[in-house]
């Protein structure tokens, strides 16, 4: 699907189909990266699909050309307020922030247009069952106080990445039955609140040379940009970083290239003459966010902040994400009430152990660790009390490369 050798991704003039109940836009890819790049979305939700629009496309590949030092030509229209702002700040912001990973293309387009739809009037935010979007949910919708014309009206849940990346047939329809399997699930929190699910379903992720941490907010916006002939507002839940820590983080970090920490930046550029995007709870740590949405009984139904790749409904209860988010509701001492979404005997001894002993030794080099210590600290909660020296040792000792040449070797036995 990759090649070194070309110097350009040449994007087609979409394509509208429809057929077994759903509604798909696509395109075929060449050059840089090649294939058939598609979004789609349930046939019921036909309005809100613009087969002209080639606004997707451009933000879902503009992180593929730049990686790949293409320049990226689409042959079909694109909003001209859209195209104004990648070129102008979008590209220059990606170069700056990524260093060497990035580099400006020339874009050229088939067509500019200045979209206008006046039947856009979706207000939506993404619903994954984490924190981030629990909270977004509760700041914009249920405890909203704002226009009401900005109060969320839509549900959406994108298969953009975030449920996994894959390249060949076989991993695409694994992800692709994953993404089926945790919207159902999913889609019964939207029920219960009174709210329509809108689901996209995507292989943008496949012409993705990085992570999806590394590309997560175009990927969003080129789902919602697919959206956007009914899609006026769509917030974007923050990643859990307050803005204090963003400009005054305090320690030194190990430096990433997630571009959930530019979002505020970003989002007022992907944009176009009627769709614009805001983050979320930006002001919130993702401590204060649990915080806020703890007490909540369907919170506790359908809390799902898991990272293994494996897991659709519940929580696996030992990956990194789940020990986090159970060590936040253990200290505020709402755990006991999450049994239904936790294994909670999984999370007593070592496994709290050893997490605890991590978050004391890295602290200082992670936000969120930073942010968990924080709230022991408010809470009275002694997390010195609930590990041992000799598992901090160990814990550190499983931070060097030694131990990682060892395990490595040991693999290999």
């Not at 309005?47 to 629009?53: L, P």
């Not at 990648?86 to 874009?107: G, K, Q, S």
């Not at 030794?361 to 969120?368: A, E, G």
Request: charged residues 25%; contains cysteine.
């Amino acid at each position: 699907m990759f090649s070194a050798s070309q110097q350009q991704i040449r994007v087609s003039k979409p394509v509208l189909s429809e057929g077994n109940g759903a509604v798909t836009l696509s395109v075929q890819v060449t050059g840089g990266v090649s294939g058939t790049c598609f979004y789609s979305t349930d046939a019921a939700n036909r309005d809100f699909v613009d087969e002209s629009s080639s606004d997707c496309f451009l933000i879902g590949l503009l992180y593929t050309a730049m990686y790949a030092g293409c320049d990226l030509v689409l042959e079909g229209d694109v909003s001209r307020k859209l195209l104004f702002h990648v070129r102008h700040y979008v590209m220059p912001m990606l170069e700056a922030f990524t260093d060497w990973r990035l580099h400006p293309v020339d874009i050229r387009v088939g067509g500019l247009v200045s979209r206008g739809y006046p039947d856009a009037d979706a207000v939506g935010t993404g619903f994954s069952g984490g924190i981030d979007s629990f909270h977004t949910i509760r700041e914009f919708y249920l405890d909203y106080h704002g226009p009401p014309e900005d109060r969320v009206n839509t549900l959406l849940f994108f298969n953009v990445g975030s449920h996994g990346m894959g390249h060949d047939k076989a991993r695409l329809a694994w992800l692709e039955n994953k993404f089926s399997e945790r919207r159902k699930v999913l889609s019964g929190y939207a029920k219960d609140i009174g709210l329509p699910f809108v689901s996209v379903d995507s292989n943008v992720h496949a012409f993705m040379q990085s992570g999806h941490l590394q590309t997560s907010t175009l990927a969003s916006l080129s789902a919602a940009l697919f959206l956007s002939r009914r899609l006026r507002l769509y917030y974007l839940a923050s990643l859990g970083i307050s803005y204090h820590d963003m400009f005054y983080p305090g320690r030194e970090l190990e430096r990433d290239h997630d571009l959930e920490k530019i979002e505020d930046f970003l989002l007022p550029h992907l944009c176009t003459e009627t769709f614009s995007a805001v983050s979320g709870g930006s002001a919130c740590t993702r401590v204060r966010k649990t915080e806020a949405i703890c007490r909540d009984p369907l919170v506790m139904k359908y809390l799902n902040v898991c990272g293994n790749p494996g897991t659709t409904a519940k929580n696996c209860s030992v990956c990194f994400k789940c020990l986090r988010t159970m060590m936040a509701l253990e200290i505020l001492g709402e755990l006991h009430r999450f049994a239904d979404v936790f294994d909670l005997k999984r999370f007593s001894g070592r496994e709290r152990s050893r997490f605890i002993a991590l978050l004391l030794n890295d602290r200082k080099k992670d936000l969120f660790f930073q942010d968990l210590c924080d709230l022991a600290e408010r809470m009275n909660y002694d997390l010195k009390s609930k590990t041992t020296l000799a598992t901090r040792l160990y814990m550190r000792f499983t931070e060097t490369r030694l131990y990682a040449f060892l395990r490595a070797r040991l693999r290999g036995a």
